[in-house]
């Protein structure tokens, strides 16, 4: 697939060079559907919206331009029998070679404040068949323990367990020297917020409102004026949590936001108030990509019901992930003059970016952080650069066997 015409093709391009090296170390891999077709096959399924293997099998069988995308047509039997092929660590260095040589944006004022893991699992549905995923008496399920890295909003580890595999644990096991771990409060814990602390780590965590503490020392606030619409009532304090048996000193934050009251613990002591504030918001992002999995990738619906095939999936989901934001961040990048072309129109096309992202917050009853208002930072950028969402979804696999042209890449930028 050289010289890459479709948009398709484009987006799919930065993986082949890692995938076809991956083969080549395979032995007897003579299959019809050998790892490269089976990986090809499952990520024009994410990409164009398939509902299941069943129905790429069909889908497949009847596109006149399969076999100029590489896809093979296969029965769906034969998927089965792949995902007990291969190894999952094969796609987990596809995903570590992805993140290694994708020229994804980080954003500056992230990186300025250090690097940053937010961290957090969501639990996926499993049938009654799956005896290995029971977590309650009458339920089945998994959870998937996701590390994503902030400063680029891109998930960058996994771990998939039973549905009350311990969260803590996926954290201990991460730990890297210099990162600071943004969580909610499933992840708090004395014993690990030292272990954080001894291993030259950081975190910002979100603690339970009977977790009592004595002050040691009043901090100055340091906020905006204009954050003064969104929080209330704040406080930063350097405290010992009165259940600390190590008697440890930390900085404990206060503050309300839409009706609710938010006590955020750190050992980050050279941050900002706001900057603490700021970066708790953003782990909302975490929550946006379990969304765009579930919704967009149609994620609930598990390819295989075995741990083996599930973590494969996992992994084309990230693998996926990271091929079209990529592909969504080159078309920003395109030359000036098409750049300004399409700015010129965009803004013409747009209403005000922060009260439609400040309003679609608003409607998401789930939201439990205080992201209306914070998150809009980085305004409409935010959305047009970092963000997978459903529309622009739409939009792209209308156009997945268009060349990539002007006209192409006007129609995506402005969705």
Known sequence: MTNPSTVY??????????LKAEARQLKNDHYTLSLYYFTLNLCYCIIAGVNSLRL???????LKDAKKLELVSVSPSMYSEAFSRYDPMIFRRLLLGLLETLRLKSIPEIDVLGRFILMDGSIFPAIKSMVWARYKKTANGLKLHLAFELNRMVPVQFISTEANGSEKDMLRNLLEKGVTYIADRGYIAFDLFSQVAD??????????????????????????????NHVTHVTDNQVIFIGDKRKKLYRLITFDALGESYRIATNRLDLTTHDIIMLYAYRWQIELFFRCIKRCFRGLHLWSHEPKGIEIQF???????????????????KDDEDSDRLENQKINDITDPLESEHQDMLKDTNSRTPACGIVTLLGEKLKGIWKIGIHWLKALRNQLTSPLNFETIRLLYLE
Request: with cysteine; charged share 20%.
């Open 9 to 18: 093709q484009t987006i799919i391009a930065p993986l082949l060079p890692l």
């Open 56 to 62: 790429l099998a069909t889908e497949i069988k009847s």
């Open 199 to 228: 291993q030259s780590a950081f975190f910002i965590i979100r603690v339970k409102s009977n977790m009592d503490c004595t002050v040691r020392e009043s901090l100055t606030v340091h906020l905006p004026e204009h954050w003064r």
């Open 315 to 333: 992994y084309i989901y990230i693998i996926v992930y990271l091929l079209l934001l990529s592909f969504k961040q080159d078309i920003h990048e």
